[in-house]
């Protein structure tokens, strides 16, 4: 069994969510202090859910049979590249980003950095985390659910973020001006 691996893998995610949890925390603290608005919050209780259970079926999936294929070293190539994207995603966003839409009336949508290229690229990192990572240990279950549940919820997400993000550039707007604005 590959526990030692799949140990680190989870340790690893964990602290990984426990930090952006954090950061998404202070971030959310000072865009409210700025006027931030949330949007889609209703929804937000569905991702967390997704992600846990997400670990949770690698954990079953394993316990079930499932072991690390030969091609496991290129499945942990592409869980890095993800983990470079997300990273790329945090520190171009700076204090706008966050784990829920948050939005900044006003405040035109980050077009630089990594975003000159991709308009969403935390839930290609995501995407691409969901397929590799269960495919490092050989749960081909896990991905395909994984995969699909994440899709859906992204039918969901990137729409509800993108009006956001539109309402609040257009709040901006000559025009538009936020009270007490010169």
Not at 24 to 37: C, D, E, F, H, K
Not at 79 to 102: D, F, K, P, S, Y
Not at 128 to 149: D, H, I, K, R, S
Request: net charge positive; proline share 8%; charged share 15%.
């Amino acid at each position: 069994m590959p526990w030692g691996p799949l140990g680190a893998y989870l340790a690893v995610v964990m602290l990984q969510r426990v930090g952006e949890l954090m950061l998404s925390a202070r971030n959310l603290t000072r865009l409210r202090s700025r006027g931030a608005i949330e949007a889609g919050a209703r929804h937000f209780p569905l991702f967390v859910v997704l992600h846990a259970g997400y670990l949770v079926a690698l954990v079953f999936e394993v316990l079930a049979g499932a072991r690390p294929p030969a091609a496991w070293p290129a499945w942990l190539a592409l869980w890095l590249a993800a983990q470079v994207l997300r990273v790329m995603a945090i520190a171009t966003l700076g204090e706008r980003w966050n784990v829920r839409i948050v939005v900044l009336p006003g405040e035109l949508p980050v077009s630089r950095g990594i975003y000159r290229w991709l308009p969403h690229p935390n839930y290609v990192a995501v995407s691409l985390e969901f397929v590799a990572a269960p495919l490092m240990f050989g749960a081909c279950w896990t991905a395909l659910g994984g995969t699909l549940l994440n899709a859906v919820a992204m039918a969901v997400r990137i729409p509800a973020e993108d009006r956001a993000l539109r309402a609040a550039a257009r709040a901006g707007a000559p025009g538009n001006e936020k009270p007490g604005a010169e």
